[in-house]
């Protein structure tokens, strides 16, 4: 009875462990609207041009929480994951469970502008996994400046 209480125990510290590990790995919601409103405010003080470039670049990145610009047509302008998606259109991309995700958050910063968040599911740059994932965007003229956290 004795050991199998502790192996219990042990079992429970080490995925306890696993788990805060893991989130200690993972950008937070507060750093993914910190990150919004940077990008947001990077974009206004250089241009759209040298905006939608250095995102692309990855100079929005921290860990697992990139930015991600969409015109509010859905055509992605920036990429801070994958550059292969600037210049699509991609209103039409669902996620694993036939979610619009692009044609949602689109939705959303036209209704609430100040900024909202969405969830959905989507593939980790980090750990290569799909994830649930929620997404912060603003709305920066006719564009979505979008930022999201993997749960």
Known sequence: MKNSLLSTLCAAGLLA??????AATNATK?????????????????????GYA?????????R??????????????????NEKQVGKALIELTDIDG????KAGVAMVKSKPAGAWQE???????????EPKVMYCEKLGDTAVCGGVYQ
Do not use: Q, R, W
């Open 64 to 81: 697992d929480l990139y930015l991600v610009v969409y015109g509010l047509d859905g055509k992605c302008l920036a990429h801070g994951a």
């Open 30 to 50: 507060d750093e993914a609207v910190a990150m919004v409103k940077k990008g947001v405010a990077f974009i206004k003080a250089n241009g759209p041009e040298k």
């Open 120 to 130: 959905y599911k989507f593939t980790n740059p980090v750990t290569k996994k799909i």
């Open 17 to 22: 462990a696993v788990s805060l590990s893991h």
């Open 54 to 62: 250095d995102i692309t670049a990855k100079k929005f990145v921290d």
């Open 99 to 102: 979610k619009y995700f692009v």
